[in-house]
């Protein structure tokens, strides 16, 4: 990352307040809909509402890294298993990344609610998958 950023990682005792982090994100999630002029919002924030809708119904079940651009920025998750201590996701583009997808932020949040489905959202356009991996392939339904 620049050297003006942060990089933060849980520990292993740290990834067990994933599912408290994650019920603090669907609990702001409807603010984050709501947005006004004003609003700071960082593309980020969108990580744990994807996360949810990619360990669900139509999510897949590779494992790998996962760039995702929204209007508001960039962000990168990890889908499957992942180590204690390893990061589950991260702010910007990842060095290596397995798979991409784009999607607007709306779409991202209404994910993270179960409507639609990942795969829905790909077989009718509203999310475009690019990689040649088995990741991105999964993730196009291939």
């Not at 950023?5 to 994100?25: D, F």
């Not at 996962?66 to 390893?86: C, K, P």
């Not at 397995?98 to 795969?119: H, N, Q, S, V």
Request: with cysteine.
């Amino acid at each position: 990352p620049p050297a003006a950023a942060s990089v933060y990682a849980l520990t292993a005792r740290g990834h067990g307040l994933l599912p408290v982090l994650a019920a603090l994100a669907e609990w702001g999630a409807p603010a984050l809909a709501e947005r006004r002029p004003t609003d700071a919002v960082r593309a980020h924030w969108f990580a744990l509402p994807l996360l949810r809708a990619l360990e669900g119904p139509g999510g897949p079940v590779a494992t790998g890294v996962l760039d995702v651009r929204l209007d508001e920025g960039e962000f990168h998750v990890r889908t499957g298993m992942t180590a204690a201590g390893d990061p589950v996701y991260g702010d910007g583009p990842a060095a290596h990344a397995d798979a991409r997808i784009a999607l607007d932020a709306e779409l991202c949040l209404a994910l993270g609610r179960g409507e639609p489905t990942f795969a829905e959202a790909v077989e009718d356009g509203r999310i475009v998958v690019s990689g040649d991996g088995a990741l991105a392939a999964e993730l196009r339904g291939e």
